[in-house]
């Protein structure tokens, strides 16, 4: 049971290079989430998605971008790194976002921007 | 602005209770999440409340109070697998889940 898979887990990248995450889910949910995590803060919705084909903006949208092409993947962008970026990104999914809703999370990716 | 409030470290004793409070301030209530996370870990799901009371999940219980806008996990016979954080998330009337920074547990022996 692969569950929610993230790639990669750790990459460093150099301030304007451009990177995506991916994330793959296998539960046939329909809404996704991607997050970030930093040190003393609680988790950051970036984007969400609560279909194949749509996506929305999150608390914090600002520098990335997403696509949902495919009910089971959800890619995250970052066009033009900045250290600003450097954080813990978890991807989540779950059958319906307006019921009890327990997320499913990915193992996150560690991602570095010098 | 919506405020998810967390201790942000305790320490207990192996064999012993303890329990995280988190109190909210929300726009709307659509339930509560509390969730585990080991270092460098994902969370994983540990509870959810959305009436008051509590439930209780083995050695883990979950109490919510609407009209105080708080909760607590209740953690007891507490083993050194415990050792982890704690977080709180509030379902908002948008349905969009509002996170605490977390409480880091620490067990020992």
């Known amino acids: 049971n692969a569950g929610v898979t993230q790639t990669p887990k750790f990459r460093v990248l150099k301030t304007g290079q451009s990177m995506t995450l991916l994330c793959a889910q296998d539960m046939n949910h329909e809404y996704m989430y991607w997050y970030r995590q930093d040190p003393g803060m609680g988790l950051r919705l970036i984007h969400y998605s609560v279909g194949e084909g749509t996506t929305a903006k999150g608390e914090v949208p600002d520098g990335y971008n997403v696509s949902r092409l495919k009910k089971q993947n959800f890619l995250l962008g970052l066009e033009s790194a900045a250290p600003s970026q450097t954080s813990v990104y978890f991807c989540a999914s779950t059958e319906g976002g307006a019921h009890t809703g327990e997320l499913f999370f990915g193992e996150g990716s560690r991602l570095t921007v010098l | 602005g919506q405020n998810i409030d967390q201790p942000t470290e305790m320490t207990a004793t192996e064999g012993a209770i303890v329990q995280i409070n988190c109190t909210y301030q929300t726009s709307g209530f659509n339930g509560l999440f509390w969730y585990q996370q080991h270092a460098g870990e994902a969370p994983t799901f540990l509870s959810y409340?959305?009436l008051d009371g509590l439930e209780e999940k083995g050695r883990f219980s979950s109490f919510l109070s609407r009209s105080k806008g708080y909760s607590y996990l209740l953690l007891k016979e507490l083993q050194m697998k415990d050792s982890a954080s704690y977080l709180c998330?509030?379902?908002?009337?948008?349905?969009?889940?509002?996170w605490g920074a977390g409480t880091k547990l620490i067990i020992k022996p």
């Open positions: 409340n959305v």
């Open positions: 998330a509030v379902k908002d009337s948008n349905y969009q889940l509002i």
